[in-house]
């Protein structure tokens, strides 16, 4: 298996490959860095534009994009407290402070160290768990594949937000978008009318555009102030070479986050966020100072910043072996990954080791670039980008939304399809319903479906035909496992506050 | 606040509950034609769906009644409308009349619309978005755009 | 005033030329239409014969791929029988699938809306065991399925295509019965198939080729053995006389002019011979068979009243 990830090597090595990565993470830093754009929207938008690149020039762009973001995020958090990434709110803790006290430029440089060496981290753990999970391949028929999906659907739970009732409205939602189009067996209609261009479902960049673009456009355009002044006019900036030793005080934090990282990567339905709140509450723990944290800790940043960063390759084991996207842009991946024929699951090692491989290099390489790209993108300069008028910035991706959808396909119709799930989005957006299970809902659903079908049409009608072997079995009790798990855990921690407090 | 509401009914939750009622059961009506397998899951959904904005409802009602006030929705709600309508316009435009066409005219719209006043800034704008898509989509990608139902034939 | 006579003398030729240049059709690009996304197998054939086409038009013809994808062709298709009659839209054409659709499914064009221009393709079918189910032989296999009629699980791509139909004409044949396992598609079905999730497939020779050693191929669905595969007997050779397969060529709308139909078919007629060309389609695992014209037509009506049978007889949906 191993022997496939050298194999790879020369290929990813090829100009045009590593100029979309490059490409990919300078967009993706200035993407991240623009409130209201995530990277969930910048691959969504570019996915379809893929359609006629090579496979490996499409997944370096969107490879690049992805570090690139989990990164920019923490430019505008810093000099602005404005997250530029739902990931990149922990890096606000601690950095805005920093930019206050005129430390703002050594703030970034941190945040770029350590969200390259996240991101490296990431890579390796990708690189060399991955191909063994492969390896069980052909164990999973249409009824294991049936109960990964329904345990990827029961991850629906950790994105449900503070709300149960509306993170569920959500999930139903989404499932229910999934089985519009042909009927997996019979191909019989359902919820067309009539039209055509609904037979083959809706796909997923159509709904994830709609969602998750145009209520940030709308935002831009509704609240059309500039930006606030920043502190940074005074970022204070060294040069890299002299502030670096002094970063490597963090080396536990550095090594913890991204651990944490990797494993929230790992767990479906989690996310960036996710990670980087969680190494960034852990680091505080561990700290002998903790009265410095909140107060422009750099140690904070380095948390923050390792752990978004080593969410990214991560992410895509579940999703690239088993073909469970454990996070959005982990899920509009796989889509950029259908886009070139390339099945996510257990076949795909097999089937396309060259370019599985060369994906998983192009992440170690966008984390790598990240330092020499990221370092020298924040500087003063990047401030001043951030002063660009928001009418301009929302009519500007307004712009590349369309393009974006009309190019999955070429037609108009999916256009507007968009702007109808935009519009439910931003709905759903202000009256906060999470946007993450419907996500799930629709990428999962039809597939939980149709595999439940073929595996009940195996079985001659018996549903005994679910629990026959030892795979399925095992993904049962993993799924039982997740859904009684946090609630187990919940009321010990509600136990031990009751008595803590008593 | 304009668009606070003066009746319980009125508030945004409730609303919203009450169309996530009316349109699942609206797409229960062709659920009836389906085959029983075929129907399982999403007779499913919008049952669920139901059930649970009815639940939403319910909490939402009750809050009403504690005289919690609904936190407001929309901070300007005719730029938000006007915001959406524009969106919708300019879709139409592309579909109607080319995407170029359409792009040039609603881009410095759009922007001049929402604040953005700067002429020279919105012709640099438009030029340098023009230039970049036809460049990078049109010439290296190939892509093709709408060119107006309006034209053809 | 002698420059002005000059220009009408000079515009007035042209216009006799273009008089006769109508006849010299193509005179502008010709847009093939492809009713699925650019790199599946029905665009990669169409755009490895495009420039052979364009070799045999002559003068410069040029010939423009456009991808509509969806609904399995439908729109594509849809859009070529109502496109102007004028062999400057042409399209390609699935079998048995574009002729199912008109049974199974509202479909806004039926036989009668096309000229048919050539086939290119024959992608025959083949019939695939998993190594684990024992099964390595076309006559151990009927056996199996006489003594449990629907115990054999057969993983193919959906209902209504040409594996459907070899299936039933297998079951007519050999008066057996199997369970249908219909995935999205043939690589879905190929990997249940060589997980053992089901016992038998329904595959095209093109997909199983690179399999060979993980999968039983019990035999090919055509009169004689395929270069593909030329160790996989015929099922003719084995006693039952299966013929099927999955077909992609060449339409245009209805009632082309006569003279451009008969430089389309003219230049269609040329890849039958032409050595180059059946080293491109091999080289894209396209198994060639061109069959032009009226012979096409009987093809097409053939396969629509089998289909039309079949439909009758156990409607699928």
Redesign the interface.
Known sequence: MYSDLIQSLPNVIAWANIAALVIGVLAGIVVGAMPGLSATMAISVLVPFTFGLEPLVALGLMAGIYNGAMYGGAIPAVLLRIPGTPAAVATTFDGYPMAQQGKGGYALQVAVVSSAFGGMASAIALMLLAPPLSRVTLLFGPAEVFWVAVFGLCSIIFLLGGNVTKGLISACFGVFVSVVGSDPIFGNDRYTFGQLELLDGIHIVILLVGLYALPPVIDLLESPLKTENSAGDRLGTEPIWRTFPQMLRFWKTWIRSALIGIWIGILPGAGGSMAAFMSYNEARRSSKTPETWGNGEPEGVAASETANNADTAAALIPALTLGIPGTAVAAIMLGGLLIHGLQPGPMLFRNNPDIVFGFMWQFLFGAILLVFLGGSLATNSFAKLLKLPRPLLGSVIIILMLIGVYSIHGRMFDVYLMLGFGAIGYVMDKLRFPLPPVVLGLILGGFAEENLRLALRIGRGNWMVLFQNVTSLILVALTVAVVVGPMVKHRLIDKKKAESKG | MHNKPTHRFLR??SI?AFY?IVVAAA?LI?TTD??P??A???AA??V??IL??L??LI?DQRKAAAGEEAEA????PK??F???GL??L??IC??LIGFYIS?AL??PL???????RSPV??AI?TAI?LLA?YLI?GVS??????TGLLWAK | MQKIFKTIALASAFLTMAGTAFAQYPEKPIKVIVGYSAGGGTDVMARTVAPFLEKYLGDGASIVVKNMPGASGQIGVTEVANADKDGYTLGTYNLPGMMARTLDRKADYDASSFSYLANVVNDPNVIVTSKSSGLDTVEKLLAEAKANPGAITVGMSSLGGDDHFLLRKLQQMTETEFTIVPFRGSAPARTALMGGHVAMGILNISEVSAFKDEINVLGVALEDRSEFAPNVPTFKEQGVDLINGSMRGFVAPADLPDDVRDTLLAAFEKLKTDKEFAAAMKATANPVQVVTGDAFEKLNADLLDFAKSVWEESPWR
């Not at chain 2, 929705?73 to 300007?76: A, C």
């Not at chain 2, 759009?110 to 953005?116: E, M, S």
């Open positions: 945004a939750e919203t996530i797409f062709p389906l085959a397998l075929s399982l899951l999403p959904m919008l669920g769906l649970l904005a639940v939403m909490t929705v929309v901070k300007s730029r938000v006007g915001a959406f969106i919708i300019y879709a592309v579909d792009t609603s881009l759009v922007a001049f619309i929402f604040g953005y800034g919105l704008a978005v898509i989509f990608m190939s892509q093709e755009f709408p």
